[in-house]
Each structure stands twice: as C-alpha cells, then as structure tokens.
C-alpha cells in the first residue's frame, strides 16, 4: 500500500512539474533583421487559476549541457502582438514569445555578451511561479544571421513597385499627348504676385522651409523656385531667396541661375540673390521678420515644410501688406498659412504645383499617375471596409504597415 | 525728435533704472547668474519690441540670435561631425584601417565646397549634390509608402457597425475618401466629384481649425513660461501676482 501511494504522489508529481514547465519550446533566428537576434516561442500555459502570474526568465548556454546564462528581454508577448512576424492565425493567440540579444557575462555578470551571428545557442525557458517553485523547459538550439531581406516590408515594395510602373507608364503616355490639369487657384495667382512686384518696384521674397535637400516639400519648392526666378528674370524683377539649408542654398542658386540663363538675362543674376540667413529656426525667423519690415518686397512666397516660425513669418509678412503665396505639406502650419496668407498650396497641391507650371510631360505624367494611384487606393479602401464590415480582413492585413 | 525716438530712450531709460535697483537690492546677484537674467530680460524685450515697431534694439537682438546661432551650429559641426566622425578616426588610420572608407564621405562633402570656386571645378558639386537627392528620395520613398500610405489605410479599414465607434469609423472613412478626392489633379471639381471635393475640404478646414486652436493653446504655454520668466526671474515677483 505505501508502495502504491508513493507511485501515485510520484506520478501525480510529475504531471504537476510536466503542466508547468513550459512546452513547444522553439528557438530560431529572429527574421527581417539584421541579426544578432533569437526569438523563443513557446506555448501559452493551460488554463488555471493564476496561470497570468506565471513569470517568464530564459536562459542562453553555448552548450548543450550548459552552464546556462541569465538574458534581459523586454517581456513574454502573445505571438498575436507582432502580426508582422508570427501572421494572424489563431494559433498566436496560443503561444508566447520573446526576442533575446545578449546574455549575462559569466566571468563579469554586470556586463552582457551579444548574441553571435553563425554561432549555436542552446535555450531553456523557465517558468516561475508565485509559489517560487521553477520549472526549466528542454533545451533547444538556434543560430541568429541576418536576413537579406525584411519580409515585413514586402506589402511596401510591391505598392512601392507598383505605383512607380503606374508613374512609368503615364510619363510615356503624357509625352504621347496632352493631360488635363485643374485649375490650382495658389499657382494661378503666382504670375499676378510677380507682377504686382514688378508694378511696385519691389522685390520678391522666396523663403525655404527648414528641411534639407532630401525631403519631397524641398523638392517641391525648388521646382516652384525655378518658375518664380524664370518669371522675375523676364520681368526684371529684384528676387531674394532666403536659405536655412548650406545644400539647399547651393541647389537654389543653381537653379536661379539656370532660370535666368533660360530667360535669356544671364547678367541680371546676381549669386548674393540666394542668400544663407541662419541655421536655426527662429533665428532665421528673425533675421527673415527683420528683412521683411525692412526690405517690404512686394510678394513674399514660403515653400518647403515649415515648423513653428511659419505663423511668425507669414504674419509680418501680413502686416506689410506684401501679396504671399505659401506652400507647405506640414499639416500642423497649414492653419497658420491658411489664415495669412492670400494663396495656399495645401500638402500634395505643392507637389503638383512643379507639373502646373512646367507643363513638362514627365511631370505631368507623374502627376496623373498618382491620381491613377490614388483611385486604386480610393478602392481598396472602400473594399476592404466592406469586406472588413463583413467579417473579412484580409485586405486590411495586407495594406498594414509593419 | 520723433516719437519712436523718445519711447526708445525712455524705454532704456527705464530698463536701467530697474536693473540698477535690481542689482542695488541684491534682488539680483552680482555675479554671472544676475548678469545673465539681466541679458536674456534684455534680449526677450527686445525681441518683443518688435511687436511695436522694427527698431534698433530688434536689430541688435536679431543680429545677435543669428550671429550666437550661427557660432554655436559651427562649434556642434566641428565637435560633433568634422573632429569625431573625420578628423580624428582619420588620424588614426595606423591603428585602424577601416577608417578609410570615410574619404568617401568627405570628399562628397568637399565636393559641395567647389560650388564656392571657378565654373572649372564646380561640377564637381553636382557629384554630392545628386548623392544627397537621390540618397534622400531613396530614403523617403519607403517611409512615405509606410508613414502616409499604409499606417492611414489599416485604421480606415475597419468593420462598420451601429455604434458610436462604427460611427466614427464611417466619419473618417467619409473624410478620407473626399479629401482624397480633392486631391484629384486630373479631373475637374464639377459634379459629384465637385460635391466631394467640397465636402473633403469642410473636412480639412474643421481638421485645421482644430489644429489651429491646439497650436496656439501651445504657443500661449511658451509665452507665458517667458513672462513668468521676466516677473518671477528678473524683476524677482512672487507669483501668482493676484
């Protein structure tokens, strides 16, 4: 009898310590990074009470037989919290996670070793009860690389692929014949704004944003420079562009240069007309405000992306009654423009202003693509809440950013 | 004598009398912490002058921002970028070979400056110039597809159901279809598309005029931290005065 009831506390033991410790323990190589990483997976515990006090520790030994090292992870995830890796099936919903990089250092345990690239881990997770009892799970390997290539990012590719063919193709179709453009009322009454200038005997003042060379708005508003300097050429009208940017400084003197030699009067620019004002914002704001009460050109024109001084800026610019033309795709400062200025390009319109006033098929082509773009996107959007209000969403799995 | 002179000479006269008192009372310590109250009062008021009028002590404030500006971007460049990412690594190339790799940039970098030199050499910065751009729109292409694609479509495609969340759902889902629409280049604002144009832009204007209100609820924050400053900082007031 006492043999028996021995067998049977050692059996029900052992189902005990098998219930706890966790199981479909998997170790591999984090994916979509550029290595150094390990993702553990394991099954979430069965249902009973107090299973959500269960803490998690994970352990890294170069052995398979140890000794093992204590990690640092941030904490155990259901899988179902990073889409983008483990998908959106039911079974993340049933199984933890966590991500290690480094382990303690077992000849100096305050410092950490990284996780080697090519170089084989064994892994144990180890469950802690509230009671203090800990149960090690078996012991699995992985090896971290990096991955060529994110997979996560694969959706941004293919739209990315997709709408650059659109693009392609409207170009070639644009220099085939001619596209249709609405009315952009801002970019009409540029032309007006560089007459009144010259009527007045004043200059026109262009003001960049803050952003350097490499953003779109900056772009953009090079694009429209190069019309404005086209323009004042012909009119022989005194034009200042004001510069935060070293780059973009050179980019526009560059261009103000092409401009004036396309209009045929190389000798009326002067390289002092594209100037560097300051490299800090509300410097640049005040030496701008100052040149404005000071100078009051007749027509003051701000592209590019605009931070906090674009209120301080096109409410001088106000208050000397000059004519202002703003542009900028900086969301937050369109209130400011807006109630300031005469004309405002909104976001895409200062984009689209380059292919307004060029008529070039390339960038009229360009513009026409990405309304084409826009339509399917219009599309799939209304798509995929119908489908979403359905019940199906897949559509909306696929257009995720990750 | 014109009126603007009197008020300028009145208003020094003024703002010297109060840091002589100031100074006298040993309200402000006459070390470098009272000397810099008294210089940064001086320059927030005269900064604030311009809201009467463009005078000299706007100028001499604004001249000084750009020029302390100016410096202090100088000394960062050269402490942060030229002496820790060129300079040294470069001087250290016996000990590390790998540096080498960094002429590449500072060539770029000097290529930039040959736009300062004869037409003979200046096409050398069209060199830099293009691997900025390109290395910028490459850059930004797949964060835009990300940031203005991507991260507004997931949100919007969401299930529509009777309740105040299926409502706002159906409002922004509204919103972003007819902003959208708005944004249309190749067809002309007439008819229905000119119905959702309209609508998109009530939907911009609302979104903007809450910016607006947001923003300048933040701007006023600023203005009073620099009031607070000038009474609590300077003129040494116990707040709150009333």
Known sequence: MRYFLCCITLVLYTAQVHAQQPTGVKAEDTPNDSGGNITVTWDYPKPYEGVEQIKYTIVVGESENGPFHGTKFSAANLQSSDPGTFGYGEETFQKLFARVDEYTDPTDPPKRIAIENGKTYYVQVIAHLPSGESFPSATVSAEAYENFFNRTKTNNFVIGTIFSLIILISIFLAQKRELFIRRIAGLEALDEALGRATEMGKPVLFAHGLTSMGTVSTIAAVNVLSRVANRTAEFNTELRVANNDPVVMAVSQEVVKESYLNAGRPDAYSEDSVFMVATEQFSYAAALDGMMVRDRPATNIMMGYFFAESLLLAETGASIGAIQIAGTDSYTQLPFFITTCDYTLMGEELYAASAYLSREPKLLGSLKGQDIGKAALLIVMILGTLLATLGIQTLTHIFTAY | MSRDHIIFIVFLFIFATINIYLF???????????????????????????????????????????????????????????????????????????????????????????????????????????????????????????ANVLAQLEPTMQPIAATWVGLDLFIILVG??????????????????????????????????????????????????????LLEDWLVLPLPLF
Request: proline fraction near 3%; aromatic fraction near 16%.
């Open chain 2, 176 to 229: 972003v279809v007819t902003v959208l629409v708005y944004f249309f280049y190749s067809v002309e604002h007439t008819g229905p598309v000119g119905v959702a144009s309209k609508i998109g832009i009530w939907f911009l204007m609302i979104s903007f005029g809450a910016s607006f209100g947001y923003t300048i609820m933040a701007r006023l924050s600023l203005l009073i931290g620099r009031v607070g400053f």
């Open chain 2, 24 to 146: 006298g009372s040993g309200n402000l310590s006459a070390d470098w912490t009272g000397f810099g109250t008294f210089i940064a009062a001086g320059i927030t008021l005269s900064l604030y002058s311009f809201l009467y009028k463009d005078n000299p002590l706007f100028k001499f404030a604004e001249n000084l921002y750009v020029g302390v500006a100016a410096a202090y971007t100088l000394n960062q460049i050269w402490y942060t970028v030229l002496l820790a990412d060129v300079v040294n690594p470069l001087s250290e190339l016996e000990e590390n070979l790998s540096n080498l790799w960094l002429i590449v940039p500072t060539l770029l970098g000097l290529f930039m400056l040959t736009q300062l030199s004869s037409a003979k050499f200046s096409w050398l910065s069209r060199i830099a110039f293009a691997f900025v751009v390109g290395l910028g729109a490459g850059l930004a292409i797949p964060r835009t597809i990300a």
